[in-house]
DNA sequence: ACCGGCCTTCCGCTGAGCGGAAAGGAGACC
DNA sequence: GGTCTCCTTTCCGCTCAGCGGAAGGCCGGT
């Protein structure tokens, strides 16, 4: 077959899907991108790239921002109006922000997502740790404060799944399975999970769960520097939190 | 031409142009659609629309609750890694919780987007004024508090179009440009803005300009019941914070 | 029973889309 | 200045993905 002529090397291929390929190059870590490296990341050709790109951006979706390509602003727009968990946004928003008044620390809200956590909130300090979540971003559960939490009340057919593969991240990131069923346990029992540099080299987190129903629906937890003796106080915080939510929920 | 036969009634007509239409199709007060109400306001026939729609719900850019249509967790996560001021918001975050907690009154963070107010952040408060903005939504100019401080120091040509068309909005709205222009006056003298219930009935609001090198870049605002003798405060609040922000930009 | 509104499936026509080939930059290295 | 590499952009002829009118099914109202 002499190089399948005309068209489509893959047939059945939508341009819907293609144009989702070109705006699913993007994420955390490539906010930016050239047009080859979209196409790399799509697994398309640049030409065909380049066309649905002047497309997307004649349109906002993306924008041009000298050399490289964004998302732009239309698509921006669009995805607020996404309702991800809006109620329990919505609901916990005030609450995070007692808790960073009166920690100072970088605050995150916290969802399960399969076998992963999704990041709903951040609220960053003024000067705060280096963090790599932010809102929209997931990450691991088994090196995160709010994933342990997430992950100690998960159905077991997840966290056995979890437990089959610990990534390593840091050298500090737990990796054998033992040990973090028996963190998960105290996790239960204690009612609040701690990582100590696990995900990030200088970043502790403490974080707790937030329950709907008889359920956990979502967890919170701040990131500090060290846990040190104020692990208390923060726990404290993060509970009064955590009931205030539940209630509105 | 006897009913255009076969395909395209419009020619010329890009698939990624009608995808754009159909998420177009969502906004503010749309946040829910059924197929038929995209294919009206995308102006495209109901089949086509039911392809496309298909499509993009199996790729995560939309999703269907019960009946209806609404917009996809992928496009949220796509959405909010675009660079919209983002620089503005960071700096801007920590300074709105800190007004935030001393007036418990709802925030905000808008920018000017052509003749328009474009609402980059809003902490609504836990028992706040009903409120229409939000995130991501754009507003007229002239019957808001972060619209007249941004429109007193926008363009003389803006201005003058804004000007040219005010449109009323509550009773209260000022419709007549010769009291809006002294009122910018005004605004420019004593450097702030105030509105009262001329967007929202129930809601007053008070308004100062973020600075960026000699340029008004953005606008806080707090919106508030009632004005009363609480505007000093507000306006004193608003101003360190405005100013907390100018320093880190 | 009938009507009006939705959603959905069918299907034949066709031009929008495709992407290899090749031409135009912009650097980097020798 | 030449050559190499990598990226972007234009060209263009071949098709198949997309189109949307027509028609069928489903519900709720009258």
Redesign the interface.
């Known amino acids: 077959m002499p190089a399948m002529a005309g068209n489509t090397g893959t047939p059945g291929a ?4 293609r ?2 390929a070109v ?2 190059a ?3 870590h490539h ?1 930016r991108l050239t047009l080859s490296a979209i196409a790399r990341r799509a697994g398309l050709p640049p030409p065909t790239v380049h066309r ?1 790109v002047g ?2 951006v004649r ?3 993306l ?1 041009r ?1 000298d050399g490289a390509y ?15 968990q809006t109620t329990l946004r ?1 609901a916990a ?2 609450f995070l ?1 007692d808790v ?2 009166t920690t100072l620390a970088t605050v995150h809200l916290a969802v399960r997502d399969g076998d992963e956590v999704l990041y709903l909130e951040r ?4 000067a705060s740790v280096p963090v790599v979540s ?4 997931t990450l691991p559960m088994h090196c995160t404060g709010v994933g342990k939490v997430l992950l100690a009340h998960a159905p077991e057919e997840v966290r056995s799944r979890v437990l089959g593969s610990l990534r390593r991240v840091t050298p500090y990131t737990v990796t054998r399975p033992g040990v973090l069923l028996r963190q998960l346990e105290r996790v239960r029992r204690e009612g609040y999970a701690t990582t100590v540099e696990e995900m990030t080299l200088g970043a502790c987190s403490v974080a707790v769960p937030v329950r709907r129903g008889g359920e956990v629906a979502a967890a919170v937890a701040v990131v500090v520097p060290t846990l040190k003796r104020d692990r208390g106080r923060l726990v404290t915080a993060l509970q009064v939190a955590a009931q205030g939510i539940a209630r509105r929920l």
Do not use: C, K, N, Q
Not at 134 to 137: D, E, I, Q
């Open positions: 939508t341009v819907a899907g144009v989702m705006l699913g993007f994420d955390e906010r649905l497309e997307l349109h906002g979706a924008a921002e964004v998302v732009g602003r239309r698509l921006w727009d669009i995805g607020l109006l996404a309702p991800v919505e928003s005030p922000h960073y008044a609220l960053a300090g003024r932010s809102a929209g971003s």
